[in-house]
C-alpha cells in the first residue's frame, strides 16, 4: 500500500489517515490550546475502513501521520458465489475476488458497473 507522510495539523474531518497499519476515516479532530511549557495537541478519532474499530490518536500539532494513498478504480462482476463476487478491473482487466457489502447486497448481478478504492484490499464503494 502506498503512503505518504503528512503533520496532524494538516489533517481534516473526513481525511484518510493509517493507525496501527490499519487504513481509517476521521471523524473528530480536537485541538487543545499551547500551554505556558508544551506544545499544542491534537485528539484525533478515526473509525478503520476495514473493520469498523474506532481509534484514537493524540500528538502535538506537528506531530507526524501515515495517511494511505487510495486508488479509485472501475470493476465489472464476472460471477457471484454468496457474498463474494469474482471481478475484472475494467482498465487492466486484472480479475479478483471482493466481499459485496451489506447493502449492495441483492442488487448486485454478473456484468454489474462498479467503483471500488484500492487500499492494500479492494473495497466496493458504489454501483453504476
Not at 469498523?52 to 464476472?78: A, F, L, M, T
Not at 469474482?86 to 482487466?93: K, V
Request: with cysteine.
Amino acid at each position: 500500500m502506498e503512503k505518504k507522510i503528512v503533520t496532524m495539523n494538516e489533517m481534516k474531518v473526513g481525511s484518510f489517515v493509517l493507525v496501527e497499519d490499519v487504513p481509517c476515516k476521521v471523524v473528530s479532530l480536537t485541538h487543545s490550546k499551547a500551554g505556558k511549557h508544551g506544545a499544542a495537541k491534537v485528539r484525533m478519532e478515526a473509525v478503520g475502513l476495514l473493520d469498523g474499530r474506532k481509534r484514537s490518536i493524540i500528538s502535538g500539532v506537528d506531530g507526524r501521520v501515515e495517511i494511505p494513498i487510495i486508488e479509485k478504480k472501475n470493476g465489472q462482476i464476472i460471477s457471484i458465489e454468496g457474498n463474494k463476487a469474482n471481478c475484472m478491473d475494467t482498465d487492466t482487466f486484472e480479475t479478483f475476488e471482493i466481499e459485496i457489502p451489506e447493502e449492495f447486497q441483492g442488487k448486485v448481478n454478473e456484468g454489474s458497473q462498479f467503483m471500488y478504492w484500492d487500499i492494500g484490499v479492494k473495497i466496493m464503494k458504489a454501483l453504476k
